[in-house]
């Protein structure tokens, strides 16, 4: 099994900027990517960043430009560093661990952008 735990949202001010955290824990042989999905009321949870072992990544068209994904392999962990946040942003961003034929999910943090 593995274990993913995201950290770091909260409520910011549009086009303010907040860094989302996700490690991975437990048995993370074989993680092939880590990525970042949100999902607003009402709405299907949706891809916003992806990021592969190797370092290749790939962007919702809606938030290229001002997000970037990166990650450390020393310390299991991804983020996402989120900038000129705009309301439609708002949702609950959810970590993804990506193993053939598994994925790994964790609880999901809440990001709010409003005046």
């Known amino acids: 099994q593995v274990q993913v735990v995201e950290s770091g949202g909260g409520l910011v001010q549009p086009g303010g900027s907040l860094r989302l955290s996700c490690a991975a824990s437990?048995?993370?042989?074989?993680?092939?990517?880590m990525g970042w999905y949100r999902q607003a009321p009402g709405n299907e949870r949706e891809l916003v960043a992806r990021?592969?072992?190797?370092?290749?990544?790939k962007y919702a068209d809606s938030v290229k430009g001002r997000f970037t994904i990166s990650r450390d392999n020393a310390k299991n962990t991804v983020y996402l560093q989120m900038n000129s946040l705009k309301p439609e942003d708002t949702a609950v961003y959810y970590c993804v661990a990506l193993r053939t034929g598994s994925d790994y999910w964790g609880q999901g943090t809440q990001v709010t952008v409003s005046s």
């Open positions: 437990g048995n993370i042989f074989s993680i092939y990517a």
């Open positions: 990021i592969t072992s190797g370092g290749i990544t």
